[in-house]
């Protein structure tokens, strides 16, 4: 159908029936699809004689013969409704995705798909990072052939459009704040960088502005989350997730795309020293920018909170002169005239609140000067005031007592010739384009919008900023987890997890897997640990896991993330180690009571790690407690996923005991990076476990499981211990509970080694003898399957520190093959477990779509504007 302004979409399927705008495209649920069209919309305004409109109202139509929603998807389609209002515009003629100076860049290629009119196909030429239903459009523009004009190219953010008449002239003055779809999600759940150098809340924010009829000016700046690995469960409780080195190829990433886009980069952080868990973070940054080698020049820590602790007026200076050189550093856009060069990177916490009122300086600070440069300064009044208040506002402090202060260079809230002013205007604009930016990603407005938007601090205030807080505390306790998941459906979100990486050279990778239950005791200066880490292996990452690295008493228990300190101590044992051996850095480590398991690499192969994951699953006291279970590490390498599991399972000799452990086995292979555990209650994201359910333990390429087992023999202890003492081993390991099959099914897709060492528990501590009341056992083990080969299996003679001696497997890495799996001891046949993360890779097609969608003009076209033919895409 041919696609004239105001025509809109009619839509029916089988018991429903409905008149809409425009295409969103389609998403997909369980065993449905559902095409997303936009029921109605608010006419915004119009740039450059382009019509803008903001989604007030979409629906969710049913594409299958019946038409019916099934009851399990409602709440999910009603969250997704909900999303297509909050927030998305999009112009039938006129991309929002791109700013000024690339939409003209843009239209000068010769290559442009268009229309059968002739008009730039807006599908072809946006942003892939600012249109946010790409991937919702992109299953349906090759399954139609009509008219692009048909689908809504939106952006989520913010559009304002002002007319100002200052006496004689007219000011045209455009707001527009596009967020991006990449590593998208809600606050919270959704912090820092990801391995593509994507970071959450990343919204670029472009000031357009022209008097009469001179042609536009833009200034652009951005924000974005703190571009290393970090992750944050409460207002204070954030966690480092990856030291710098890792961070680093990320960050340069990042750092690569925004001067790609952009130019030179300033980057300004706001976050406060003097909290802890913002410091944190900040020194993190600090030092990835130091290993990526950005100047010292291009970054600025403006400490907000302590330069207003310190007196306005010396926070004001230093911010109008640091602003100055970074406006001058980066320009702007003229159209015709010159091109912005670089851009200014704002972070804060959250990227909202102090980011918000600082780059409303900014660009107020632009505008004063771009007028008094384009000859019309004298509508601009130059008088700062009460900037003091806007600034305490978004500091978080609304106790403190402000300043007013003069010497910024800010316009005031007057015009000179008696009309609105244009700091007015803008103010406003910011305001609301807080609001709308924090709803988004946080829940609620943003705290200090009434601030900015009066140019005050006032009682109506400090109460929006209270209400405000508890609005964010209560959508983070109840919605956020619900709002993420639709948020990951119409971005399809699975698909971007999954990627085609790289392949490793020739040379198979060496991996080192440790194993040793402490018995709640540091290690003895006795115990030499180079003669179980076995440097003469050359193995290229190391895996440690311990079991009861502090005693499981009841206080112990309760802590649940184990002793930090004593992580830490391992951490750097450990960490020394191997620096004798080689140039390691540690990938990650993660701690469950007595529970530990760290990663080390070669600094070399350091740099290829993605999609760094970790978990830890409680299996003690029903799942309540954290003395029995599992922690996990999964990561990419290549081409290539990697997952290892440290288990302690549940001791003792009995068939009761054997159950339990088989349960507690299930548990952790079920629950192990899922977002549901095995009884089906929601398993909430924390501490950078992002329990996203898009894969199993056991569906990764390579995985180990390592750790104290508890498996025992079935054999009294008087006809074990003369066996063990003659050596003869093969005897007794066939009364292994494990090797017998009493283990479970899932464990019979793991391999093991054949045994060449005696059974190592239990121990008297200091020496060789098995302990006088216990029935020695295979207690420690490192079982494994996938692309990987075993090359030894062994113990270490460390017996100093616990009645538990240490196990190791060195295990060389193959090419990806499917290949046939065997069973415990190499005795038993196995098969590939199902891949739950392969049917992600590829979306299913769309169905039915041309028995749907009838197109065609039901109204008169709108009589717009003149077209401004700089800004006709």
Known sequence: AIWTPGSVVGASSVGISLSAEALLGVVDLTDCQYLLVVSSTVHVGYIGGREVSRVEAAACVPLRADGVVPEDHRKMLQTIERLLCSGLYYGPELDLTLWLQGKIAKMQQAQLQKNRDGSVKLTHVASSHFWWNRDMCMSMTGALEVDSRWFAVTVQGFVGIEMVQMGRHEARIALLSRRSRLR?????????????????????????????????????????????????????????????????????????????????????????????????????????????????????????????????????????????????????????????????????????????????????????????????????????????????????????RGVSVSGLGLPGTRGAEGGRSLRSVVQTLFATQGDAVARQYAGSGALNSSAIRNGKVSVGSHLQHWGRGVSRLVQNAFDRDTTDSAIGILQGRAKQQLRTAKTFGDRPLQLWVGTWNLGGSMVDPGDNLTEWLRPECGADIYVVGLQEMVDLTAKNILTVTGNVERQQDFDAKFWRVLRSMGEFVKVRSVALVGLYIAVFMRQELSTEIRGLDCDRVKTGAGGSAGNKGAVCVRFELGDLSFCFVNLHLPAGQTAKNAAERNSDMRQVLHDAFSDKTITGATRRRKEGFLRQGLFTAGSSDCCVLLGDFNFRLNLVRDFCVPAMETGEWDMVKAYDQHLMGETGLELRRFQEGRFSFPPTYKFEVGTDRYDEKRTPAWCDRILYRGNLTLQAYDSAPLKATSDHRPVLAVLSVGARDAGDGTGPGGDVGGHEPERRDTPLDQPRPVSALPDVIALGPVQPAVVAPPVDDLIDL
């Open 184 to 400: 998208s999600g809600m606050r919270f759940n959704v912090r820092g960088i990801d391995d593509d150098g994507n970071v959450a809340n990343f919204v670029e924010t472009e000031l357009l502005f022209a008097v009469d009829d001179q042609p536009w000016a833009s200034f652009t700046q951005v924000r974005g989350s703190i571009p290393v690995f970090w992750t944050q469960t409460g207002e204070r409780a954030t966690e480092v997730t990856r030291d710098p080195e890792l961070a680093a190829p990320a960050f340069s990433a990042h750092h690569a795309a925004l001067c790609r886009r952009y130019g030179t980069v300033a980057y300004w952080n706001l976050c406060a020293d003097r909290r802890p868990h913002e410091a944190k973070i900040s020194r993190t940054l600090e030092r990835v920018l130091q290993l990526a080698g950005i100047p010292q020049h291009s970054y600025v820590h403006f400490d907000y909170a302590l330069r207003l602790k310190r007196g306005f007026s010396v926070a004001m200076e230093e911010l109008g002169q640091a602003a100055a050189q970074a406006l001058q550093a980066v320009g702007y856009h003229h159209v015709g005239q010159r091109l912005q060069s670089g851009v200014i990177r704002t972070n804060c916490m959250d990227c909202l609140d102090r980011t918000n009122a600082v780059q409303f300086c900014f660009a107020l600070q632009w505008l004063s000067h771009f007028c008094a440069q384009a000859g019309v300064g004298h509508l601009v009044d130059l008088e700062t005031h009460r900037t003091d208040e806007i600034f305490e506002a978004a500091s978080d402090d609304s106790q403190r």
